[in-house]
């Protein structure tokens, strides 16, 4: 069974940093990705990385800001946030790709992915 935990969320002031962390079980070798979902919305795509890194996706308007990294020895996958805004206040999810889209283009929607973490909050102080 495979787990995502999510870390590194908090308060912080408008133009501040934070960086995510997610911590899978097991060796995972699959494209990995973030997500958020603010209050009184549907739950939307930041970023995605494929199995070794070496191609990320980012939502258009995050692009510049957000960095998503992962460590395949460590298992983990991360999003470092820079200069971040009030709108960006949400519960940020880590993702994992569903085997079914193996070999297929980075994924960007939540269908394509078949495991979540329970979220971490961020909220971002005006």
């Known amino acids: 069974q495979v787990q995502l935990v999510e870390s590194g969320g908090g308060l912080v002031q408008a133009g501040g940093s934070l960086r995510l962390s997610c911590a899978a079980s097991g060796r995972t070798f699959s494209s990995m990705g973030w997500f958020r979902q603010a209050p009184g919305k549907e739950r939307e795509f930041v970023a995605a990385?494929?199995?070794?890194?070496?191609?990320?996706s980012y939502a258009d308007s995050l692009k510049g800001r957000f960095t998503i990294s992962r460590d395949n020895a460590k298992n983990t996958v991360s999003l470092q946030m820079n200069s971040l805004k009030p709108e960006d206040t949400a519960i940020y999810y880590c993702?994992?790709?569903?085997?079914?889209?193996?070999?297929?283009?980075?994924?960007?929607?939540?269908?394509?992915?078949?495991?979540w973490g329970q979220g971490t909050q961020v909220t971002v102080s005006s």
């Open positions: 993702a994992r790709q569903n085997p079914i889209f193996y070999g297929g283009s980075l994924p960007r929607t939540e269908g394509e992915y078949a495991y």
């Open positions: 990385t494929s199995w070794n890194g070496g191609i990320t």
